[in-house]
């Protein structure tokens, strides 16, 4: 009868061994949502300085919670050495450390809840959220979200403002939160990217998952209607936040517009003139631009891997449905440095003229733009404009007063036409930059019209 004590410590060995291991897999579960519990914690602090209270009472449970598990695990790993524990002990024990993980998920759901419905009380909810997309380029992302605080610290409650970072810079995180008047999201995607094709940029694939994760956070996550999208090397106009509210307006009328966008890619300041002019495209301009929940809901499940931009102007994408642009952009693009390497820095995007006029856009009646006025709008325009052709085409356009049309055959007449004038040439899938069915409109120094016509394009219009 002696052996028996003896034989029992043995038993008890692999016992506390296992009940050890179980502790430690539960504190390392638990450590995670107490990591993401101060994430929260710290994106809600800089979502609005009135939710100070509520930060520091979940601030102080968290503490509570940490002090317990540490004083809890270690009190049970000194109590595993000196008792005999069953297994039925074990299981008890590991549903209670269960129980308090659900409780820490619910906390953090009742903590992001009450930071979103802090947003969207006293009346009507947001118009729609701004997300600036960011990276690495922390003293980029400073200049833009100066620029945008400017007009919309005095409207944040439509315009919930949010910044959204790939990756982990330090820098770039650090400037983030460091501002009270937003809300802070991070992707961290940790996924190898194999490239489709040799060559390719691996920062073209990373962009188009963080873009898809932003808007899915935005839109489902977070349930706003609409999300304006910016990036971290952008300035914005005075009359901004006007336009897009005008805007939202005209796409809940017209179900033909899949996206408004503040930009115009032939925005330089030699071919622009008038700040209230708006033109319908076939060719998506991004570059600060507004979309619907309905549309994402198509657009989200066969988001592509890479290239996303040029993707949203495939015809297969956007269906038909065009694009609403600004004569005289709405944003302007300083980012000389970044993931194009410079692309057309100088020579398209440098000159852009921002708008500095503050327009009364819910005094514009924009019915003209919708699906069945435009039509006839622009193909009144177009009709009275006097048609050229031959040769030496700018100083023939220059020297007649009133509008003018050139015809073009093909891409490559147009892009001989488009080198003359010094605007864009670029197509994708069939459609020259700024287009609308087929035609390219821009100003030439003067209040004057320029049309280049497409060989369809009379017939479209039904000239």
């Not at 296992?18 to 390392?28: D, G, N, P, S, T």
């Not at 790939?166 to 460091?178: E, H, I, R, T, Y």
């Not at 503040?262 to 060719?283: C, E, I, M, T």
């Amino acid at each position: 009868m002696a052996r028996v004590p003896c034989d029992l410590r043995f038993l008890l060995i692999p016992a506390a061994f296992m009940f050890i291991y179980i502790q430690m897999r539960l504190f390392q579960t638990q450590s995670q949502y107490a990591d993401r519990l101060s994430s929260a914690l710290e994106s809600e602090n800089h979502c609005t300085s009135q939710l100070r209270s509520l930060i520091d009472q979940v601030s102080t449970k968290q503490s509570r919670i940490l002090a317990l598990e540490g004083n809890y695990s270690q009190s049970l790993f000194f109590f595993s050495l000196s008792l005999p524990l069953s297994p039925f002990f074990l299981v008890d024990l590991k549903n209670r450390q269960d129980q308090q993980l659900v409780q820490l998920k619910d906390l953090i759901h009742t903590f992001e809840s009450k930071g979103i419905a802090k947003l969207t009380q006293g009346g009507q909810g947001p118009l729609a959220a701004v997300v600036i997309m960011a990276c690495s380029r922390a003293d980029y992302l400073e200049r833009t979200v100066n620029s945008v605080l400017k007009y919309q610290s005095p409207i944040a409650s439509k315009y919930p403002l949010f910044i959204s970072q790939d990756g982990s810079n330090q820098a770039v995180k650090s400037k983030s939160l460091s501002y009270t008047q937003l809300t802070y999201m991070q992707h961290l995607d940790f996924e190898p990217v194999i490239t489709e094709r040799p060559g390719e940029l691996i920062a073209y694939y990373k962009i188009a998952r963080h873009y898809k994760w932003a808007l899915d956070q935005l839109f489902y996550k977070h349930k706003f209607s609409r999300v304006i999208i910016l990036e971290d090397d952008m300035e914005i106009a005075p009359d901004f936040f006007d336009y897009f509210e005008a805007a939202a307006r005209l796409m809940d009328r017209d179900g033909t517009i899949m996206a408004a966008s503040s930009w115009n890619d032939n925005g330089q300041k030699q071919f622009v003139h008038d700040p209230y002019a708006l033109y319908r495209s076939d060719f998506f301009p991004g570059l600060g631009w507004m979309l619907k929940r309905s549309t994402w809901d198509e657009l989200s499940p066969k988001w592509p891997k890479a290239y996303w931009d040029d993707w949203l102007r495939l015809k297969e994408n956007h269906k038909g449905r065009q694009f609403v642009r600004p004569e005289v952009c709405r944003t302007y693009n300083f980012g000389e440095h970044g993931s194009s390497l410079g692309q057309f820095f100088s020579q398209y995007l440098e000159p852009i003229k921002l708008n500095d006029v503050k327009v009364d856009w819910n005094a514009m009646d924009l019915g003209y733009l919708t699906e069945g006025n435009y039509t006839k709008y622009f193909s009144g325009l177009v009709r009275q404009a006097r048609p050229i052709q031959g040769s030496d085409l700018v100083l023939k356009a220059q020297n007649i007063n009133g509008d003018v049309r050139i015809r073009y055959e093909d891409q490559a007449e147009f892009e001989r036409i488009a080198g003359e004038f010094g605007i864009f040439e670029e197509w994708k899938d069939g459609v020259p930059r700024t287009a609308y069915k087929g035609i390219v409109v821009f100003r030439i120094q003067t209040t004057r019209r320029v049309f280049l016509v497409g060989p369809d394009s009379v017939m479209q219009l039904g000239i």
